[in-house]
């Protein structure tokens, strides 16, 4: 019988990782990927005679032998020879089980990588996957080994696609997809409005159907918005289409590549384990620190759809390092601290989201001399505080339980050791960070706005290649930014057609109790503005109540910043996915659903409470500053 023999020194996760480097397959591998790798590598110690794995069982754990003698016998008896320390390969390839025994000699020590963990490598190197099956048909070459039993059941399910089968829900939307323009065309002669708003009324209404039945991928509707009021020239063609040249836009691919620069190049990894190095092993502080850096950035990224693109990485790096189970209480818990952290105040600060500036360019000239940046967070603040403590309340009930994180200091060390000194792509995405930030912080200055800003620092990573085409080209989240061009695109043709304007029309008692009852003003503002989001993006509502109810304030003599504060609040309020882009952003790059859906909408639901409890007792706090 040939076997092969091969000892090594040490038991610890730092030969371990060296003993790795020496093999030619995985030397290839980025140094990210080998650290990335690391936190799922086991040992496993095995006997004499103990079987590693056997002929036909599914091939689910690729093994690396550190110590010991190995023999490996085929399903038709015949020895294998093999010089490779490399056992198990079938589970770095297409092989659903292995193709021969493999029994321990003498005392064996191994390590233990499943086959969803070697996928890490595999996506930064590609390559690899071809070289571990060239590695295999090198061990069994002239040997017979019989046919796959199959593709692996998860492949079956890709391959066979979405079940034809429609359920009863989709085929109600499907009906409603087609009955709902038909009402619409059928009723809209009385609504006041010109022909072209209610054939476009009739369109969108397709297209709402679609969003909230969630009939196909959420951009999909929006494409045939655009396409439907384009043949049907319901408006000029640079208004539908001026999504696709909106500052949001141009922002929101700036910082998507450049958060694409700071994902690849191993960058947010590097800071994610020199965080966990500093803070204390437990959930308390490692979800503060994801609400931290969310709270930092707040202010200075003016998009939450940016903020979401730069955050999310941490999440999924910080779920792999603390080996959390997925869709589990403490997974959960830093979902919606990620989530939170890049949301919740983004009302507070002027600078937080570009509709801010909307709300503080409809304030009078005079009172926006009183609401620059350092006053409107001043005049925030107790709301800020306010939802700041109902969202601890909150979240200690809701998303208590879970296991403890299983934070190896020693381990997380040896992975910066393998991701070794900053790297020239990592300079450049601090650079870019570094230079956007500043760059934000002095638009006064230089007067160039941020999606310039963003356009020229994403045009220099293209430039000098810290940014490849193919990156460009695969990293970046078309389908997510061709959403959002839609939706600028249908907001920019509710305001030509005048739809604003008739909805405006229908809602003077609410000037009404404004002036002689707040209180009940901002109950029925907010049943307006959840019937109008129901409908209408974030922005659209935002922008509509503003321009309609504003004015109206400083008629009956109320401040008009608290009531477009109010109405900044009560816009980011969302039940359906489909209402929240950066939500769709969020569950997009956080990979796959880490996380309870179910949960985190349930706690997003109780979160719009929240936020009308914190309005209501932000009132006091007003009428001190004299603002009620």
């Not at 001026?242 to 836009?249: E, K, V």
């Not at 306010?386 to 309340?393: C, D, E, K, N, R």
Request: aromatic share 12%.
């Amino acid at each position: 019988m040939t076997a092969l023999s091969i000892a090594v020194d040490g038991p610890d996760d730092a030969n371990s990782a060296r003993e790795l480097l020496t093999d030619p397959i995985f030397e290839g591998a980025s140094y990210l990927g080998l650290a990335r790798l690391l936190p799922y590598t086991s040992e496993k110690v095995l006997r004499p005679g103990d079987y590693l794995y056997r002929a036909g069982a599914s091939a689910d754990k690729f093994f690396y032998l550190l110590e010991g003698r190995v023999q490996m016998v085929s399903a038709n008896q015949q020895d294998i020879s093999s010089d490779s320390r490399r056992l198990g390969e079938e589970a770095a390839t297409d092989f659903d089980h292995y193709l021969a025994d493999a029994v321990a000699l003498s005392e064996v020590r191994v390590l233990v990588i499943s086959r969803q963990s070697l996928a890490i490598l595999f996506e930064a190197r590609p390559e690899l996957k071809a070289k571990f099956y060239f590695s295999l048909m090198q061990t069994f070459a002239g040997d017979h080994f019989p046919q796959t039993q199959g593709a692996r059941k998860d492949d079956v399910l890709l391959a066979e696609g979405k079940k034809t089968t429609v359920n009863l829900i989709e085929l109600v939307g499907w009906l409603l997809t087609f009955i709902s323009p038909a009402l619409v065309l059928y009723f809209g002669a009385d609504w006041g409005l010109e022909k072209n708003a209610v054939y476009f009324l009739a369109v969108f209404s397709s297209t709402i159907v679609m969003w909230v039945f969630t009939l196909v991928d959420e951009y999909i509707p929006g494409i045939f918005a655009l396409l439907a009021t384009l043949a049907m020239g319901l408006v000029p063609t640079p208004v539908i289409l001026s999504g696709l040249a909106s500052d949001g836009f141009m922002l929101a691919m700036s910082v998507l590549g450049l958060a694409t620069v700071i994902v690849s190049s191993g960058l947010s990894y590097r800071l994610l384990l020199l965080l966990l190095t500093r803070l204390p092993n437990t959930s308390f502080w490692q979800n503060n620190a994801l609400l931290g850096i969310g709270f930092l950035i707040t202010p200075l990224i003016p998009s939450i759809n940016g903020r979401v693109a730069l955050v999310s990485p941490f999440l999924s790096d910080m779920l792999e390092i603390l080996h959390l189970k997925l869709k589990g209480p403490a997974a959960n818990r830093l979902a919606v601290s990620a989530f939170v952290g890049v949301t919740l105040l983004s009302g507070i600060f002027l600078s937080s989201k570009s509709v801010n500036f909307v709300i503080f360019a409809l304030l009078p000239d005079q009172i926006q001399d009183q609401f620059q940046w350092l006053n409107w967070f001043i005049a925030a603040a107790a709301t800020g505080l306010i939802l700041l403590a109902l969202y601890g309340l909150m979240a200690l009930p809701l998303l208590k339980g879970g296991e403890l994180p299983t934070l190896r200091r020693d381990q997380v060390s040896i992975q910066l050791g393998l991701l070794g000194r900053l790297k020239q792509r990592e300079w450049a995405a601090i650079i870019g960070v570094l230079l956007f930030m500043i760059g934000i912080v002095t638009t006064s200055f230089h007067k160039v706005s941020s999606p310039w800003l963003g356009m020229a620092i994403l045009f220099s990573m293209l430039l000098f290649g810290a940014l490849s085409k193919k990156e460009f080209r695969e990293k970046i989240d078309w389908p997510f930014l061709i959403y959002l061009g839609g939706i600028v695109g249908i907001t920019s043709a509710i305001n030509y057609l005048g739809i604003g304007q008739v909805i405006a029309s229908r809602l003077p008692w609410l000037g009404e109790y404004m002036h002689s009852n707040f209180s009940l003003f901002i109950l029925l503002l907010t049943a307006v503005v959840f019937v109008i989001r129901l409908a209408v993006p974030i922005s659209a509502t935002i922008v509509i109540m503003a321009t309609i109810l504003m004015p109206v304030a400083v008629h009956y003599g109320v401040n008009p910043w608290v009531i477009g504060f109010i109405i900044l609040i009560l816009g980011e309020m969302w039940f359906f996915p489909y209402q929240c882009s950066y939500y769709l952003q969020f569950r997009q790059l956080s990979k796959g659903r880490v996380y309870d859906e179910g949960l985190f909408l349930r706690f997003n639901a109780l979160a719009n409470l929240m936020k009308i409890a914190a309005i209501y007792a932000s009132m006091p706090y007003w009428k001190a500053l004299g603002l009620l």
